[in-house]
């Protein structure tokens, strides 16, 4: 597993872009953790504001990005809470946290766990590889993630409330062509 995820971190991407449906790929990975979520206690929350248009995306790819962030959600809140998943379209005045729109529509994904939250120093480092604090953790996940969103002409931020939860606010563009007039 070390070793895979030491290559896809290194290697070139190779992805096949075509149109894709984001929440069937957020509701993909959140059914991999169902009985996760049973067992623990977590309700589970997915809000969508439609319609979704589809994004120009490598569906397996970010499969594996979502469900490395609803994992880490789970793994906050091994005494239960709450995952809310947030999926909108951001116009180009708005912004969310940290995250500004550069003129263009983009769609939002929010995954936020009442978690046990971070620290701001440990907030800093997520991004970086071997970086973790879990005893089994490879430190790999949150890069590899980063890097997918990144390749998809995307953005990932994360903020954190020690104690209260944890939030990462995902944007990926939208062509002019797939928006939909609501």
Do not use: W
């Amino acid at each position: 597993l070390l070793v895979e995820e030491l290559l896809e971190l290194s290697r070139a991407p190779k992805y096949k872009f075509k149109a894709t449906d984001i929440r069937s790929l957020v509701e993909q990975a959140v059914d991999l953790f169902h009985p996760e979520l049973v067992q623990q206690g977590i309700e589970i929350r997915i809000e969508v504001k439609e319609p979704l248009p589809p994004v120009q995306a490598d569906a397996n790819q970010l499969v594996k990005a979502f469900y490395n962030l609803i994992r880490n959600g789970l793994q906050a809140m091994e005494n239960g809470g709450e995952l809310v998943i947030e999926m909108f379209v951001l116009e180009a005045s708005q912004a969310v946290g940290d995250t500004e729109t550069d003129g263009a529509h983009e769609l939002c994904i929010i995954i936020q766990d009442t978690g046990q939250g971070m620290t701001g120093e440990t907030l800093k480092q997520i991004f970086n590889p071997f970086f973790t604090t879990k005893d089994s953790g490879t430190g790999l996940g949150l890069p590899i993630t980063h890097k997918v969103i990144t390749e998809h002409g995307g953005r990932i931020v994360a903020d954190s409330v020690e104690g209260k939860g944890t939030r990462f606010t995902v944007t990926l563009p939208l062509k002019e062509t797939s928006l939909h007039c609501a």
